[in-house]
């Protein structure tokens, strides 16, 4: 039998903190009632409710939006405020009051109660829970951060971000690492209003803010009375933090790779966590609304999330896009990761033209290690053992002659791979657990051959032996050798890390693709930074720890589109400390129109089958942070400036008004309807899918330069299409002036383009070179692949 608490739902008025209440009535042991009486049946779901109208002040009935949104809940439930009194604990069905970010809250609800509430007339729509997933000691001289010595290059002009706030929205926080050692810093700008859970030994001026957010699954808590603290067993947040704004930690390496100072991008900028991911749950989009809502409130200049849905979401459906729209009309920047199911297409996430979306790249930093054969061959790979590493000679060669994998330890038993090297390919278990079952039955190392669809991009990781990872060619290369050799020998070379490496950056493999599939006008992703191997502090190694000795501070190396957000994020950051006053709109801008197109041996950026890298996976280029500090000419917006554009794809005024949320609501048919192709974006993407096969962007830009100058465009674009540009010539008499132009994009024969075609544009100016990708589509969206895992 239910218990009959789970009927009611009705709550008491609030007061006037009631928006930090119900976020507090489980956090504060005080405030704390226990729950474990409240007996969950399963019939319960969590629901994000958008509301229809809009919270008006009343000091005699609704003194706050947490009061009001109690009070619509409590409308549909079917007994009175007694409810509360008799169980504490149906106080959590209201699980979160949104402020800011939407007009709404989060709830949990029985179907009966919804289908009730439906039938209001405040309702809009309710979306049932959703759940997301979490997708340096060399980046800073490679993206010239550093000069000869510390605190030169472009530190030297941004004080490091000094006095800036980056928001990270992750999986928790190792608080205690030394990357968030507040030593030497100035306390955080007036403006903090934050709060961090740790105590005050742990909390800092450079950790200035970490808190939980564990409210949607609070019933879960039974009777738990301490605040739960964003700590996690997992490396994710303490990496992705590390790497924004890390401390400089001398003597970091992985087992001796990699040794130097770590530093995130902006080395003193501060830091506020917010944990919305957990391992048991995912990231919950309840969760990551409500850490967005309080980050704002806080005073973050600088918000970084590397998250995402597994799928493409609506605008007005997605927490990241509803939470970035109310970011950057706060003026608060945000940086997101595009995704790591690459390299097909149509696999990027976080679309929307507000946020900068983010994918990886490699750096020009190797961690060397070869095969060397028993015919002498040697063969290059990759590894993080230690480079001082023997391996005693030239070992027995075998391989894994039942699926190859590595993982049936009953099997390698009975073949004997004591002493011996094994093959195996990458694929099943993670291949730290390969190594340490092959540890267990006396292996000597370990082989690890690459997936193709990596081409020669290695992902290397700390192992329990021996291991070097080879790209697949080579990996084919040592199969044919054990095929055709009776008593096939090898051994290892371990020849630590290498620099400069030329062909560097390239596309990651694994970071999503193009085109949008929200907006197919908005090119996305808007750029790529840094995101194979970065090194960067972690709670621990997984995995490795209780097979290895391995020095504390600790730090590991990662990679994902998770690790090139932050990098973004940081950079960012250097760009708010020089320059205040500038809108997010003006900091993507500044990135986007100077990022580079080509790699250190200054021809085009690679992808990994060894082509030139499209635009749908390169988007504006490689981030280029020196450059983006002076770009010359901006994009600029304002928040309202997307409505027209929303209209434009046909959201219905409901849809609009949730993702603009708090401004005033808005008529699609009172406003001029804005085409995809005319938002004042960096980045130029037209369809052309209908005769006569044409079309127009416009475009308005600012001076942020020489306060005289005149720009002159240059054009590169295939002979299948033909560009105009009107005026050819911008001539600027003063700083912040703002000036307009056309781009018309024709097919040159007038007949419809057989596939996309890729071009860029360029205002330059003496040393200014303000660069545009063009991307022309047909209007075809490439068929997505399944759905895999990241």
């Known amino acids: 039998m239910d218990n009959p608490i789970h009927k009611r739902c009705t709550l008491p008025s609030l007061g006037p903190h ?109 979306l049932p829970e959703q759940t997301f997933h979490l997708l340096t000691t060399r980046t800073p001289q490679m993206l010239g951060l550093m000069g000869g010595s510390r605190g030169g290059g472009l530190w030297n002009t941004s004080n490091m971000g000094e006095g800036v706030i980056i928001g990270i929205l992750d999986d928790g926080i190792y608080a205690g690492h030394p990357s968030f050692d507040g030593a030497g810093m100035q306390p955080p700008p007036a403006k903090w209003k934050g709060r961090c859970d740790f105590n005050k030994t742990v909390c800092n001026k450079k950790l200035i803010g970490a808190r939980s957010y564990f409210e949607s699954a609070k019933w879960k808590w039974k009777g738990l009375r301490d605040p739960v603290l964003p700590i996690s067993e997992g490396q994710h947040g303490t990496h992705t933090s590390s790497t924004a704004a890390g401390a400089f930690v001398p003597n970091a390496s992985v087992f001796g790779n990699g040794l130097g100072t770590a530093t995130g991008m902006a080395p003193r900028a501060h830091i506020a966590f917010y944990q919305v991911c957990y391992q048991d749950k995912g990231c919950d989009r309840d969760d990551i609304l409500a850490a967005v809502d309080d980050a704002i409130e806080d005073g973050v200049d600088i918000l970084s999330l590397s998250l995402g849905h597994e799928d493409a979401i609506d605008f007005s459906d997605d927490p990241v896009s509803l939470g970035g729209y109310t970011a950057i009309l706060n003026g608060v920047f945000i940086c997101a990761a595009a995704g790591n199911t690459g390299p097909a297409p149509a696999t990027l996430v976080n679309e929307a033209p507000w946020l900068l979306t983010v994918g990886a790249s490699t750096t020009d930093r190797r961690f060397l290690a070869s095969v060397k054969l028993g015919d002498n061959v040697e063969l290059d790979g990759e590894s993080l053992n230690d480079p001082n590493t023997t391996m005693g000679g030239l070992l027995p060669l075998v391989r894994d002659m039942s699926d190859g994998q590595c993982l049936n330890g009953n099997v390698l038993k009975a073949e004997n791979v004591t002493g011996k ?36 991009v290695i992902i290397p990781r700390p192992h329990a032996i021996p291991t070097v990872q080879v790209p697949n060619a080579a990996g084919q290369k040592i199969k044919a050798y054990l095929k055709k050799t009776r008593d096939a020998t090898a051994t290892f070379v371990f020849k630590g890390a290498a620099f400069n490496t030329p062909k560097s950056p390239m596309v990651a493999p694994f970071s999503s693709r193009g085109p949008n599939r929200r907006s197919r006008g908005i090119l996305k992703p808007d750029l790529i930074g840094p995101g194979v191997n970065i090194l960067a502090g972690v709670p621990s190694i997984e995995d490795v720890d209780q097979l290895r000795n391995a020095p504390v501070p600790r730090f590991d190396i990662k990679s994902g589109t998770s690790m090139a957000a932050p990098h973004l994020s940081g950079i960012a950051a250097l760009i708010k400390h020089a320059h205040p006053n500038w809108s997010p709109a003006v900091i993507k801008s500044a990135l986007m129109t100077t990022a580079e197109p080509t790699d250190n041996l200054r021809k085009p950026i690679l992808d990994v089958n060894g082509r030139t890298a499209t635009l749908l996976a390169l988007g504006a280029g490689h981030v280029n942070p020196k450059r983006a500090m002076d770009p010359g000419l901006v994009y600029n917006m304002t928040a309202k400036g997307y409505v027209p554009y929303l209209c434009g794809l046909n959201y219905t005024d409901d849809k609009v008004n949730t993702i603009i949320y708090p401004e005033p609501p808005v008529s699609c048919a009172n406003l001029s309807r804005l085409e995809q192709d005319d938002l004042n974006y960096p980045s130029i993407s037209v369809i052309l899918d209908q005769p006569p096969f044409t079309a127009t962007a416009n475009r308005s830009v600012t001076n942020v330069g020489a306060a005289s100058s005149t720009y002159v465009v240059e054009v590169n674009v295939p002979a299948s299409v033909t560009v105009e540009v009107n005026p050819t010539k911008l001539t600027f008499k003063a700083l912040e002036e703002v000036l307009n132009y056309s781009v018309t994009i024709k097919s040159a024969n007038g007949q419809a383009l057989t596939g996309p075609v890729e071009g860029e544009m360029k205002w330059v100016s003496g040393k200014y070179v303000v660069r545009s990708p063009i991307h022309v589509t047909t209007g075809a969206l490439p068929p997505a692949p399944a759905t895999r895992k990241p």
């Open 18 to 126: 009631a928006a930090a209440a119900v976020l507090l009535l489980l956090l504060s042991p005080a405030a704390v009632t226990p729950v474990a009486s409240h007996n969950d049946h399963g019939e319960h779901k969590n629901y994000l409710v958008i509301v229809r109208s809009k919270y008006e002040y009343d000091k005699n009935l609704h003194k706050n939006v947490s009061s009001w949104h109690a009070s619509l809940l409590s409308s549909v439930c079917d007994t009175a405020k007694e409810a509360l009194e008799a169980d504490p604990s149906a106080m959590t069905r209201l699980i979160y009051s949104y402020r800011s970010v939407v007009n709404g809250f989060a709830a949990r609800m029985t179907p009966e109660e919804l289908e009730k509430m439906s039938k209001m007339e405040w309702f809009d729509r309710a």
């Open 421 to 456: 090297i094994i093959i195996c390919e990458a694929g099943g278990d993670v291949s730290t657990a390969k190594a340490r079952m092959l540890k267990s039955i006396g292996a000597a190392g370990m082989i690890m051959v690459t997936p193709e669809v990596f081409g020669p």
